[in-house]
């Protein structure tokens, strides 16, 4: 029982919007919890994708996120009433998820752990739905990858409880998360299988190659276990497992199972060709086939089938299965075969009379043709021509109408267009991403892969570069810790915390600043800092403009500041007159904060002339002249004794100078 103790999630509101309200499952690359979203009020389920190897920091920001988010967006346009609808994705605490629909009822493994195996008709009714999501899949240019019990959903049947297998509803999900997991390991880590050993077609482990016809094997692995209640393969390690895939051919399962129609074995061998030429080409092929097998199973030589235990295992508590006809008007209407197509053709006719006069009449035609040696001829050559006929007509098929897959990938636009049209290729484009190698409008990716079978004249599906991804750093100024964080991670910027410092106009724990600064172009992964505020300064500069040096000196000082060597300047304003300073007066700073003045140096000073032994008047005259205030003393009339200041001494613009004259 997967336990729900200490899961920090469960509560919690993810992107404001889904309410998680419990865990459904655990498994190696991904959680699944049942959730509420709150804004549509309805019940969903999240599955988030905590690593690609079991550990978290492999499903941060990089290329495993972003081709995450292209694979949701191609799941979410997949509409089908047999697959998991996709409703939204986004990324939580910088893991990505996605937003599901909510499935009442059990995965098939659930299913298969408590009835072991299934009978045929119930066995095939859920491979028949199961084929139908893969075939819309393959329609829109997908690969699940990962077909398997755990993958597939068995909801609540309308008519019978979860019991009545037959008229469940099934419905598959998880289609692209392993191409998605697949491509962040195959960058990351080397060329990692990611797939389930069990289930996994000989290609993808001998070259790591996928295309519908590998679904189509998975498919028919997985019919092999309803039918006989385990795997075909089994091993100490799974690689061991693996390659037994490579080797060996899929055993019939009436080998493990006796009294299963003989249908069966033709239909699981036939999807489980080691050749994938050899096999249906896509999942809708395959969906005709079970359907006129199931069809044929009405027939009344194999209508009840006596099944023995399983080979290694206790016997089924049901021994007997009762195989039920199913009509193509009872099936539902996405599962219905078109009027006298495959399943009219699956159906022996009868004539309602006169049976037995066709067969004389055929019997007797008979003995005519093979009686003389030209009948003979004539038969062996109808033979002939029939064979070589369906030889051509097999080899068209499978082979033939098919050609390789160009390679496309790191060409401009133009000259993947080109390439693709002197194939006969037609080209689509899906959304196009931000990739650092390949500049805008050059291929990043195509499907199918270069080297790949497509048929002639197919259709390409190209990726196109945006060009490196680069945006401006958010402006998180302002905004407590958390929301920075968070606006800054969705943003896919990795934060780092810097060193606080103490802020006038913010209250701590407030973002003072970053680094780079709001607005700097940087690329996805790129490391911000941020610094915070510690909230105003203890100390508070003291308005120092106006006073003599000195005494700011001495204010300073008592408050435990540092004075750095003032900067003197030109000023009208007496000589060491405090000009200007920084910090403002009333900012708030440290103990041992400096604290940097302006100074006045005053007015340049000028050198005062000699007016000794000059008449008293024209003293006077020349010193105002030079703009000198004069005193005059004792007789104005006589001539000058004495000057104060004396002559040539330096002295503001403007001094008072005294004369005597006697």
């Not at 993958?151 to 598959?172: F, H, I, Q, Y």
């Not at 401009?412 to 194939?423: C, F, H, N, R, V």
Request: charged letters at 25%; glycine letters at 10%; one cysteine or more.
């Amino acid at each position: 029982m997967d336990t729900q103790v200490a899961d920090t999630l469960l509560g919690s509101l993810i992107d404001g919007r889904y309410r998680i309200r419990g865990r459904v499952a655990r498994g190696g690359m991904a959680t699944v919890y049942t959730a509420t979203d709150e804004r549509l009020e309805r019940t969903v389920a999240v599955k988030i994708i905590h690593s690609t190897q079991g550990t978290p920091d492999r499903a941060g920001p990089g290329s495993f996120v972003d081709r995450f988010t292209d694979e949701a967006k191609t799941i979410a346009r997949l509409t089908h009433p047999n697959v998991v609808a996709v409703y939204d994705q986004g990324t939580h605490g910088g893991m990505p998820y996605l937003v599901m629909e909510y499935v009442r009822g059990r995965t098939l493994r659930e299913v298969l752990t408590e009835r072991r195996r299934l009978n045929p008709d119930e066995a095939l009714a859920i491979t028949e739905q199961m084929l139908a999501a893969i075939a819309a899949a393959h329609r829109a240019g997908l690969v699940h990858r990962d077909v398997k019990p755990e993958n597939v959903l068995v909801a609540e049947a309308p008519s019978g409880g979860p019991a009545n297998l037959v008229d469940g509803v099934v419905k598959v999900t998880d289609f692209g998360l392993a191409r998605a997991v697949e491509a962040s390991t195959d960058h990351d880590s080397g060329n990692q299988l990611m797939a389930t050993v069990a289930y996994v077609a000989p290609e993808l482990v001998t070259d790591g190659r996928a295309d519908p016809r590998t679904d189509v094997y998975s498919t028919g692995i997985v019919l092999f276990e309803m039918l006989t209640g385990r795997v075909p393969y089994d091993g100490d390690r799974p690689i061991d497992i693996a390659w037994q895939h490579v080797d060996r051919d899929v055993p019939a399962p009436s080998t493990l199972v006796p009294g299963l129609p003989r249908v069966l074995d033709e239909l699981v061998a036939r999807a489980t060709r080691r050749d994938p030429s050899a096999r249906p080409a896509d999942a809708g092929t395959l969906l005709a086939e079970v359907q006129v097998a199931r069809d044929g199973l009405g027939n009344p030589n194999t209508h009840t089938a006596m099944l023995s235990p399983v080979a290694d295992g206790p016997a089924v508590s049901q021994p007997t299965m009762v195989v039920a006809a199913v009509r193509p008007a009872e099936r539902p209407t996405w599962a219905r075969l078109p009027e006298g197509g495959a399943a009219g053709r699956g159906r022996r006719r009868v004539a309602p009379d006169g049976g037995d006069d066709l067969r004389s009449r055929l019997a007797a035609l008979r003995t005519r043709l093979l009686g003389d040696s030209n009948g003979r001829l004539a038969v062996a050559a109808v033979v002939v021509v029939l064979g070589l006929v369906a030889a051509l007509g097999g080899w068209w098929f499978g082979v033939g109408r098919y050609t390789s897959t160009p390679e496309l990938v790191s060409m401009t636009k133009a000259q993947a267009e080109s390439q693709a049209a002197q194939g006969g290729f037609t080209v689509r484009y899906a959304d196009p991403r931000h990739d650092e190698q390949i500049p805008r409008d050059g291929v990043v990716a195509q499907e199918p892969a270069s080297a790949a079978r497509i048929l002639k004249g197919g259709t390409i599906t190209l990726t196109l570069s945006l060009g490196p991804a680069r945006f401006p750093v958010p402006d998180v100024v302002g905004m407590e810790f958390d929301l920075a964080e968070a606006d800054l991670a969705n943003a896919q910027l990795e934060v780092v915390k810097g060193t606080a410092r103490y802020d006038d106009g913010l209250p701590e724990g407030v973002v003072v600043a970053t680094k780079p600064e709001a607005g700097k172009e940087v690329k996805p992964g790129d490391k911000v800092t941020v610094i915070l505020s510690k909230g105003r300064a203890p100390i508070t500069v003291p308005n120092l403009v106006g006073k003599n040096l000195n005494e700011a000196r001495t204010q300073i000082a008592q408050l435990g500041l540092v004075l750095v060597e003032p900067t003197y300047k030109q000023s009208d304003k007496p000589r060491d007159e405090v000009l200007g300073q920084s910090p403002a007066d009333g900012s708030g700073v440290e103990k041992g904060a400096q604290v940097r003045l302006e100074v006045s140096e005053g007015l340049p000073q000028v050198a005062v002339p000699r007016v000794i032994d000059l008449p008293c008047q024209q003293a006077k005259q020349l010193l105002e002249s030079q703009g000198f205030p004069v005193e005059v003393q004792f007789n104005p009339e006589a001539t000058a004794r004495f000057q104060n200041p004396p002559e040539n001494a330096q002295v503001p613009p403007g001094t008072q100078i005294t004369i005597g004259c006697f």
